[in-house]
């Protein structure tokens, strides 16, 4: 029976493909595991595995058998990762690169040294934090599998405590990483959880202080202590500097969007809104007026606050084309005095395609161009029509003084249409009261539900409810009545100032 989940039918078809794919992924790990423990002396491959065969198959297995459960736990927690093929190839990315980093530094270096916590703090940023917590399990028992079995030289204390230690530093970076505000406050989390890395090492050593045999080996000094602690301190920090260089090439690669890329592009530093806030100042201050609504309207609907306050901040960058065209950039002179209606309206409703051209060409986020494209959906310009009706006594085609949409095709988008209208309705309106700022509202959203704007999103009437409550709310508070200040003249004599009413 096919389930409808994650707005998408799940088929037969999809079960192989994304099977045949982990399948596929699970043959490059072992692959890619047989290069890094054998090296260079592939001589050596058939004397080893005539010994060792037996452990290899074992540890084999069992790492197949940790990847069947992956499917599974996907399968049901979140299958829009086994959608696609490049989800899955980014979870395996993943398990490679720790694959590499675990045995080159575990196995060259030493088994502490590893940069323990970098699965979790990639899966944690580029995916979320439940996946974060179950590929951090995953990860440290296939390193202890290859650790265990297919390893020799790696003593079994050693291999329990870099479990325990994978495990805990992996847990800590991702209650940690919840905190994180920039990609520089990860450097913190490095070194925050060196303290715990170095506590459960300190015992584990310790514990072998205990033990007669490694005693009398005289691995147990105090010196070996720190040494192992030393080590790491270097796994904390590692997994830190490893994941700020890793971060931006799987962002880049696999055209993610984490809230560190989303809070850059929305900082008054990025370059398109840097160049909004000098050529056209009008339209940024109304964007970041219609950040805030989208902010609070998001909030109240349990869409995604951080994409609303971008899609807001980047829904007029069209605008820059033509900015002096636009009302809210214009000084005393009106440029459409020189020409016809039908130009006038061409313009205006350029903004929307010139901005989703303008974010494609910038390589910015899919659903940033998509919400500029939208913001309008199918609207007529009102201004220009009722202009070309005054000047004609033919017949006018609405269509010419309409944009072009799409229609809102998201939830978002629906938001972004709304907070848009809103924001310059009711400063249009002088709207001051709750009362007459919640009319001109109800009046925005009726008026694009009359001209069915929202048919082609999931937004519903529950939703534009608590949207319209939302945006009454805190337009109220931004355009509050302002208390009349008498008017109060100063002066200064010998004794003081002094203030008469005017
Ligand atoms: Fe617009
Ligand atoms: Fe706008």
Redesign the pocket.
Known sequence: MAVKQFGEEWTKQHVLKSTLLFLLHFIIFIGLAFVLLFGGKFSQVSKTMSEQGANYLYATFCILLLFVIAYFYFYFENRDILASGKNIALVFTILDLHLIASCLIGYKFDVYARPVALVALLVFVLIGRRDAIFMNILSALVVFIIDTFAVNGVSAKECYSTLVISFSAGMIAIFFANKAKSRLHIIGIGVAIVLPIDFIIFLLEISKLLDANEAAVGQSSFQFILMQMGYGLFGGVMSAVLFLFILPVFESMFNCLTAFRLRELTSSDAKILKKLKAEAPGTYNHSMMVAQLAESSAAAIGENVDYARAAALY??VGKLHYPEHFTENQGEYNLHDELTPELSADIIRS??KDGYTLIRNHRLPEFLANIALE??GTMPIRYFYAKALKMTDGELNIDDFSYMGPKPQSKLAAIIMIC?AAEAAVRAANARTPEQTEKAIRAVIEERMDLEQFAECDVTMADLTKIRLALVNTLTGVYHHRIQYPNIKYRRTESGTKGESE
């Open positions: 829904h007029d903004h929307a913001h309008h848009d």
